[in-house]
């Protein structure tokens, strides 16, 4: 039978599956940085965005981040005194459920507390999220920002824009080559579930309503060999607006661009 000549797909390169290497890498790891540093942190995080994430890595320079399988941060630390690596560290397992991270750092409390408090970068809500805030377009003539800042700042909506508005919903028209609605136009109400159409909106005049936090649940010191438990929104945290998408979480060696 002659040989096909039918296109077909060259791979150029082979990706293989970490699986249990990287299971067996970030246990190894977890365990190490146990014995390097004076503190270990449990955190949770709200509106989990990776690119905020980078950013507590870049600026804690000086600490180590993981971000993974609960699981495997879970069995590095003990499940028991008989397994831990470390007096105490088991008892910090009891808290790795969800959307949570372990941060090993030489900072004391204080200064981590302080840290996440003030670390709070907003951004665009994405769909099944719930709406923070209230959003509608004035009539008239829409502009950039959607009345969010005084006209005289603002540019009018360009006018190649106006089909994607309508297709999303917004009864829109153009009027001398300018963007217009008849009557007012309510994009969101603060505390329902937002749909894509409307997020897509949300981003289109640049009104960021999700709110990234990290909010710190446990944290262990290892010079007295002790567990502090912190009381809900003691330190940092983020509005949870939603649930959080479903992104892959991995560690600081596997940070996602």
Known sequence: MPRSKRAKVVHLSKVTKKGKELTLKTYANVQECVARYAYLYVFSVGNMRNT???DVRTQLADSRLFFGKTK???AALGRSAADEPAVNTSLLTPH???TIGLLFSPRTPAEIKAYFTNFHPMDYARAGTIA???FVLPAGVVYSRGGEIAVEEDLPLAHSIEPTLRKWGVPTRLVKGKVELEGEY???QE???LGSGQTTLLKMFGVATAEFGVEL???WVKEKAEVVVLAEGEAGGGREVGEDSE???VDDDEMME
């Open 52 to 54: 905020y994430l980078k």
């Open 72 to 74: 495997v941060m879970a």
């Open 96 to 98: 790795l459920s969800g």
């Open 132 to 134: 923070t805030r209230t």
């Open 186 to 188: 309510v994009v969101c």
């Open 191 to 193: 505390g329902e579930v």
């Open 217 to 219: 649940k446990a944290y």
């Open 247 to 249: 992104e892959e979480l």
